[in-house]
């Protein structure tokens, strides 16, 4: 009975802090102070434009990285146009092994299944590796809520984890923090003194985080891959600790979103080829772990109890829709982030999801709603770099105006928006109308024009465009006139 009263509250402040959280997000105005933010900017340049070389460098050593992307793109897709046969023929292979699987409709029901199962094998001690999938439901909070002892060991998402903040970025996910802050950071959790040296930093995380390693009883990972054949979950990692949360433990939970099975463990083999190309610009991460089920007579180390969650969460929405359904092959590599020159700009945090950037633009509307995220398929300058980077080929700028056209379609957009671009229409449907309208552009703005040329300052609505930009002053004569004098 208490404990049932102790986790209706816990719903209820759950579903209180989501709501909360969702009211509150305002693209406009995060991104605009994320723009005027010249720390974050260095520092998130700084990263991804070096990934992004990376990844241009190391897709050179393969004979051809096209036909690769390709490839990958069309496994991808095979596997989600027959996804519900692929997750049958996953299932019965995991449980063939002794694991157990569980299908989870939404987060809650996700984090209801992994409190049951943590509560009935009386486990406390948790470490969790990092999962994009976890953060996507808050996973750690709820568990933290609940007393249980959790800790991230992913020394990312360790910093993120006890600095109570959100990654901003798939792979990287402090790429918006300095080395200083970080610093600050453990000196005040270990009560010790203020060092910013790289290297005992790291090593003060490792020395805390090998205790809880021996002493866990549960560990949970995500999962790259799944391999519908032989019921095999893949993890790819460079520290280790996902390594160590798959063998240490009794018992072990792995929640993964439906959309990340494959049907063939060679299959794998092209995936492995691009994806830390694609994210770090490495050939290989240090550790890619293989495993499924449970420990057998014989095996030196492995969980005796193994889950598997197969998380939908809004994903069988983006899947039953054929015009979007290539949005599911996504691999969460970070390449389209790494190219993009808006995420360069503004960061992760300011798209209020855990998927930022291009991907993030899309899914994020998609799982969560186009009418609370109308502002994030815009926010691009569909430059195509996101296509170009993507290595399963997701036609990234083609949702996008996709999205923009639902947008306009249910008629969601702002209704300051849609009477602009009834006016632009209007003003543009005759050579008249548009000569006129140019010429009144013209005037308007080289009256307001600085010494130097630049429009610094517009009113309402342009002010949004200048809060963060200046805008060249027309030129005193436009290309018509021009023309018409040559003439
Ligand atoms: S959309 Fe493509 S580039 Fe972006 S994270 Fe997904 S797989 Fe990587």
Redesign the pocket.
């Known amino acids: 009975m208490l404990q049932e009263l102790v986790q209706t509250t816990l719903d209820k402040k759950i579903a209180e802090f989501h709501a909360h959280e969702i009211n509150l997000f305002d693209f406009g105005r995060e991104s605009v102070a994320a723009a005027h933010n010249e720390r974050l900017k260095k520092a998130i340049d700084n990263a991804v434009v070096r990934n992004d070389r990376g990844r241009q460098l190391k897709l050179l050593e393969l004979p051809d990285s096209n036909k690769v992307r390709e490839l990958a793109g069309a496994i991808k897709q095979h596997t989600l146009d027959h996804l519900d046969y692929y997750l049958t023929q996953l299932a019965e292979n995991v449980e063939k092994r002794g694991g157990h699987v569980h299908f989870a409709s939404d987060g809650e029901h996700a984090k209801k299944i992994i409190l049951d199962i943590v509560r009935r094998s009386g486990t406390r001690r948790i470490i969790k590796s990092k999962s994009m999938v976890s953060e996507e439901i808050e996973l750690a909070h709820v568990m933290e809520a609940a007393g249980l002892d959790v800790v991230e060991t992913d020394l990312g998402e360790f910093i993120v984890q006890i600095d109570h903040d959100k990654p901003s970025h798939?792979v990287t996910p402090i790429i918006h923090k300095d080395k200083a802050s970080i610093a600050r950071l453990f000196s005040e959790y270990f009560g010790t003194p203020y060092n910013d040296d790289p290297e005992s930093l790291t090593r003060q995380a490792r020395e805390y985080l090998r205790d809880k390693f021996r002493k866990a009883d549960l560990g949970m990972t995500g999962g790259n891959f799944l391999v519908a054949e032989t019921g095999d979950v893949i993890t790819v990692e460079n520290e280790g600790n996902a390594r160590q949360s798959i063998t240490t433990p009794r018992i072990l939970i792995s929640l993964v979103g439906i959309e990340k099975v494959i049907p063939r463990l060679t299959d794998l083999s092209v995936m492995l080829k691009l994806l830390a190309r694609?994210a770090t610009g490495q050939t290989m991460t240090i550790y890619s772990s293989i495993f499924g089920g449970t420990r057998k007579a014989g095996e030196k180390d492995g969980p005796e109890e193994f889950h598997l969650v197969l998380m939908d969460n809004g994903r069988t929405e983006i899947l039953k829709n054929p015009e979007y359904r290539e949005m599911l092959?996504?691999?969460?590599?970070?390449?389209?982030?790494n190219a993009c020159p808006i995420y360069r700009k503004i960061g992760g945090h300011s798209y209020g999801s855990v998927y930022p950037g291009?991907?993030g633009a899309l899914i994020t509307p998609m799982m969560r709603g186009l009418e609370k995220n109308k502002d994030l398929p815009n926010a691009s300058t569909l430059c195509g770099a996101?296509y170009d980077?993507?290595?399963?080929k997701?036609n990234?700028p083609r949702h996008l105006i996709n999205l923009r056209r639902d947008i306009v379609r249910q008629h969601i957009s702002h209704p300051v928006e849609r009477f602009i671009y009834r006016a632009y229409a209007f003003m543009m449907s005759t050579p008249g109308r548009y000569k006129l309208a140019s010429w009144m552009q013209k005037r308007s703005l080289r009256l307001i024009r600085t010494r130097d040329g630049f429009v610094r300052k517009l009113p309402f609505p342009g002010s949004g465009w200048t809060q963060v930009r200046d805008i060249p002053a027309p030129a005193a004569k436009s290309f018509r006139e021009i023309w018409r004098t040559r003439k």
């Open positions: 798939i694609s092959r996504c691999i969460r590599c970070g390449a389209c982030l291009p991907i996101c980077a993507c290595p399963v997701i990234i």
